[in-house]
Each structure stands twice: as structure tokens, then as C-alpha cells.
């Protein structure tokens, strides 16, 4: 079934693509990097890569429970990691990012993420053993990717990118300067609660493919990426998305012509852009610093 | 032509007092601040200097007496009023340029998202890249406005965000400890920045400070908080050996250097006199972020 690569760009992308399940994955894969771009750029900027961490956590007790009672993965995955987000983002004081509500929420974050660990061991073992689907709770799978997927996850990239339209510039300001924000009658904790929640769902959806471990891979990377290469916050964002779409179509190629898994192959590339971006900027700076000096 | 307000008194406070959690923080503040007058808020650590801020902001009510700004009820007047707290420093990994900070103080309580290339054929889009770039030349931070504000040195980042609470052109600006955390020549730099904006804007000023000497000689009038009690008047006859003795309960004397310099010796900004005499009124103070 896989000819395997042979320098031949178009055959093989003829190949690749005369599979079904590989088509759905290259659009899924473009709405997850779209999804976990915008999202994961707030998620850098604010700070909440803890939480995002663990919210990706409880998606697998989410699955795993969801899976033990009869019920579809999604569902599990949905459930859980908005209910965590929630529960994350109702706990937590004031805006949660000053010192000292740092400090709270992030220990109230650990709480939430070992909870859901053991949960997920528990549920592994009402079910009894069955390891493969563990694997992909944890890693993931695109390539069993159907069109029904597809769907669903266009669907909450939709709606989530359409609340993301709407709030914005509010967010950012929230995010940036709380308290300037707070004074000129923006509402700080529920947009906080607000963004949990769509961090939440991204998260549930972004989980389904690359699993509840690898998740970062599309949600920090390239934002963080992004982040690096410049200070223009349209141009940072775009970057994300486009750094996010290509790793993971690359990533895709890579899976099927190499017979590697996709989150080993997607994660890979994504740390590769972030530390040639390191390195660069490192550079540039290393050589600008004579002149200055 | 002046219009008719334009004299009017910006800030009106008649005999104001505030509590926070049953405790009176200071009480019977007299205070009238107009147009282009600056206003100095002071007194020793913890004793609630940022609550007259919150007062004004209406974010904070008073237990007793009146407040008005800008003629209305605190807080109803909140597109005019510039706001800069008492500040922690940009985290230095924060990837935002400072004129984008800028930006948010004129449009970031906006719904949407800007569109991209609007400012092609937008002129409201160009209004407001000129009223950003007007606004950063104002604080002298055209130079640095295009870094990441991470980057920035402390006084840079002040001015940067004075450069955000005005660029909505407010007509009162109230600071909470600028300069706080800055050297001594960024200090004197920011004050006199200050007092520019406040006579050639013609902007009120109420400024919370922890160390009256740096704007001294810039102020119309001052406020001086002690636990408890307050006195209001020109900084000449509330910074006084007198009136300081009786609002601390405790002699207090104020001497002045040879260059003009203030320097009050006796106990206010002695810690542990200060401790001794005011329990637990740090914790207090941090409850109020």
C-alpha cells in the first residue's frame, strides 16, 4: 500500500493522497494548527501553559471513562477537559496573574493534573488492559482519522475562532496589562473563565489526534516559535498558524513515507523550528552586541 | 474660546473619609484639584495612599463625606480619566512591542480583532496610528517604542505607559507610585515629564508618592495620609513640623537640605517605629490590590 518515498514529489503526494484516511488527516491536521496556532499564542502570551498541560491531562481519564461506560472518546475528551478548565478557572483568584494568584492557581492546577492522572489509571484498569487505545490516549492517532472527524473538528474551530474574533483585542489587553484593562471596564476574570474554556475545548479536540501527551507539540511550539521571530502581534500570530500548518503537514508525509508515528514525527519537526528560531535570534543578537557596545 | 466648564474644579472631595474592612484608613480629606494642577498623595507605607486612587477611579466607596470628578459620581467619568498603578515590571520574555501597549490605552476595551490592512483605507485607523505616534513623541519614547516592552529599562516602560494613560487625551491622570522602583535620574526625568503633560495638556494630576522630593517642586498641593487621619493643603503648610506632629501623635520633625530637599526625621519613615504604631497595616494594604 505505501510505495515508499521515491524523490518523486508529485507521485508520491499522488500516492499519499489516493488514501482516504491520509486526506482526512492533512484536513484535520489544518484545523488543528489553525485551532491550537490562535489558541496556544494566548495560551504562551498569558502564561498558562501549566494549565493548558493539564487540561490535556484530563482528557485521557475523560477518554478512558468515556470508553469504560460505552460512550465515544470525543464525548470523554470534551467532558473532561472543559469541566477541568472550569474548574481551573473558577478556583483560581482575581485575574490569576499576580504574584501571589500565581502561585495559588498553579498549585490548584498540579491538584487538578495528578487527580485526573490517577483517574485515568483507574479507569485503565476497570476496563482491563487494553493497551493499544492507551497508547493513542497518550499519543495519539491522525492517521485513523474519518470524515466524520473532520467535522466535528471544523466545528469547533468555527466557533471557536469566531468567539476568538469577537474577543480579541479585549483579551489581549486583558492578558497583557490586567489592571489598566480592569480600570477601563473590561471584565478580566470572565474573559479568563471564557478563554479556559475555549483553551478546554481546543485541547479536547487537538488531544483526539496527537493525544493527551503531544498536545503541546502544536499548542506551545509554535506559537512560542512565533513569539521568538518577532514582537508584531498580527505578524506573531500568522506565524504560528503557518509554522503550525506546515510542521504538521511535513510531520504527516514524514509518518507515512518513513513508517513513524505522527506525534513523534510532528513534535519533532516543531522543536526543530523552535530551536533553529532560538538559535538565530541568539545569533543575530551575539553579532549586533560589538556594534552596540 | 473657553468653554464653560473648563475651569471647573476636576476633582472635588469634602470632608471624605474611607473604611476597608471596618477599620478607618483616613478621614476628613478637603480637597479641590482644577484643571492643570498637580496633586501629590502622601504618607508613610500601608497606610492606604492607593485607596484615594480607587476612590477617584469609583472602584472604592467612601464611608463619609463627597466625592465628585469631573462632575460626576467617581467612576462615571471613566473615558476621561488616565490610569496608571502602582506597577510591577513587564516580565523581560513578554514578545509585545511598547506601541502596541500604547495602542491597547486608546482602543483595547474594544470588541473584534483590527483588521489587517485597514490602515490603508481606513482614515479612523489612521487617526489613531497618528494619536499612538503623537502620544510616544509627547513622552520622548519614539526611540524605543518598537521593542518588545519586555526589553525596555524601568523608566522607559513608565514612559510608555504614561504614554498609554494618555493617549486617550484624559483630562485626569491618576498615578500610583510612578516612580517607585526607578533610579534617581529616571525619577527626576518622569516627574518632570509629568509636570509637562499636566500645565501644557492642561491635565489634573493625582499622584499617589511614597517620597515627596523628586516632584516637590512641581506641586500645587499635596495630601499626607497617616494612619487614620489626613491634612490637605500646599505641600509648604502640610509638610511642616506641626502639622506632621499632630497627624502622627508622635513628634516629628521636618527639616529642609541646603538644595531644598524635605527630610522628615523622627519615626514616619522609620520601619519599626512604624510597625510598632501601625499593626499589620502591610497586610492590609495587600488585601486592597
Not at chain 1, 506525534?263 to 532560538?278: E, H, P, Q
Request: proline share 4%; with cysteine; aromatic share 8%.
Amino acid at each position: 500500500m505505501n510505495p515508499g518515498f521515491t524523490w518523486n514529489i508529485i507521485t508520491d503526494v499522488q500516492w499519499m493522497w489516493s488514501l482516504p484516511s491520509m486526506v482526512n488527516a492533512f484536513r484535520a491536521g489544518l484545523a488543528v494548527a489553525l485551532l491550537a496556532g490562535v489558541i496556544g499564542w494566548f495560551m504562551v502570551l498569558r502564561r498558562q501553559s501549566f494549565a493548558g498541560h493539564s487540561i490535556a491531562v484530563t482528557g485521557f481519564p475523560g477518554a478512558a471513562a468515556a470508553v469504560y461506560l460505552g460512550l465515544s472518546a470525543t464525548l470523554g475528551y470534551f467532558g473532561f477537559c472543559i469541566g477541568s478548565a472550569l474548574v481551573i478557572a473558577l478556583l483560581s483568584r482575581g485575574s490569576g496573574t499576580g504574584v501571589g494568584e500565581r502561585a495559588h492557581s498553579s498549585a490548584l492546577i498540579a491538584v487538578v493534573q495528578a487527580f485526573a492522572l490517577a483517574l485515568g489509571a483507574v479507569f485503565l484498569d476497570l476496563y482491563g488492559g487494553f493497551l493499544s487505545s492507551t497508547s493513542a490516549f497518550l499519543f495519539g492517532n491522525f492517521l485513523g482519522i474519518t470524515s466524520e472527524d473532520v467535522l466535528t473538528l471544523t466545528l469547533v474551530a468555527v466557533v471557536v475562532l469566531l468567539v476568538m474574533l469577537l474577543i480579541g483585542r479585549r483579551l489581549l489587553f486583558a492578558s497583557i496589562d490586567p489592571a489598566v484593562a480592569a480600570a477601563r471596564g473590561v471584565s478580566v476574570r470572565t474573559l479568563n473563565v471564557v478563554f479556559l474554556v475555549l483553551l478546554g475545548a481546543t485541547v479536547a479536540e487537538v488531544s483526539k489526534f496527537t493525544g493527551s501527551l503531544l498536545v503541546f507539540a502544536l499548542l506551545v511550539m509554535p506559537a512560542a516559535t512565533a513569539q521568538v521571530l518577532t514582537a508584531r502581534t498580527g505578524l506573531s500570530l500568522l506565524l504560528t498558524v503557518v509554522i503550525g500548518v506546515l510542521v504538521t503537514w511535513f510531520g504527516l508525509a514524514w509518518a507515512y513515507f518513513g513508517n513513524q508515528a505522527t506525534g513523534f514525527t510532528i513534535t519533532s519537526l516543531a522543536f526543530a523550528c523552535y530551536v533553529l528560531a532560538y538559535a538565530a535570534k541568539s545569533a543575530r543578537r551575539h553579532s549586533f552586541r560589538p556594534e552596540v557596545a | 474660546m473657553m468653554i464653560d466648564d473648563s475651569d471647573a474644579p476636576v476633582i472635588t472631595l469634602h470632608d471624605a473619609a474611607v473604611s476597608l474592612g471596618g477599620r478607618r484608613l483616613w478621614s476628613g480629606v478637603d480637597l479641590t484639584v482644577h484643571p492643570g494642577e498637580f496633586v501629590a498623595v502622601l504618607g508613610p507605607n500601608g497606610v492606604g495612599k492607593s485607596t484615594m486612587i480607587k476612590v477617584l477611579l469609583g472602584t472604592l466607596p467612601v464611608a463619609a463625606g463627597s466625592v465628585s470628578v469631573l462632575g460626576h459620581r467617581p467612576g462615571a467619568a471613566g473615558e476621561q480619566i488616565g490610569y496608571l498603578p502602582q506597577r510591577r515590571n513587564f516580565d523581560a520574555s513578554l514578545r509585545i512591542r511598547g506601541e502596541d501597549v500604547v495602542r491597547l490605552g486608546l482602543d483595547g476595551d474594544r470588541w473584534g480583532v483590527p483588521l489587517p490592512f485597514a490602515r490603508r483605507f481606513s482614515a479612523a485607523r489612521q487617526a489613531a496610528d497618528a494619536r499612538v505616534r503623537e502620544v510616544i513623541e509627547l513622552v520622548g519614547a519614539s526611540g524605543y517604542a518598537h521593542r518588545p516592552i519586555g526589553e525596555c529599562s524601568g523608566g522607559e516602560q513608565q514612559r510608555l505607559l504614561i504614554a498609554q494613560a494618555l493617549v486617550r487625551r484624559p483630562r485626569l491622570l491618576l498615578l500610583d507610585e510612578p516612580l517607585d522602583s526607578l533610579d534617581l535620574p529616571n525619577q527626576a526625568g518622569i516627574a518632570a515629564l509629568i509636570h509637562r503633560i499636566c500645565r501644557e495638556a492642561d491635565v489634573a494630576v493625582v499622584m499617589v508618592a511614597h517620597d515627596v522630593n523628586p516632584i516637590l517642586s512641581y506641586l500645587d498641593r499635596v495630601v499626607y495620609i497617616v494612619g487614620g487621619g489626613a491634612a490637605s493643603g500646599p505641600a509648604t503648610e502640610v509638610i511642616t513640623t506641626e502639622t506632621l506632629t499632630r497627624l502622627y501623635g508622635t513628634p516629628v520633625e521636618v527639616l529642609r537640605a541646603v538644595d531644598g530637599r524635605l527630610v522628615v526625621v523622627g519615626g514616619p519613615e522609620a520601619p519599626a517605629l512604624h510597625s510598632d504604631r501601625h499593626d499589620h497595616h502591610g497586610d492590609r494594604h495587600e488585601a486592597l490590590r
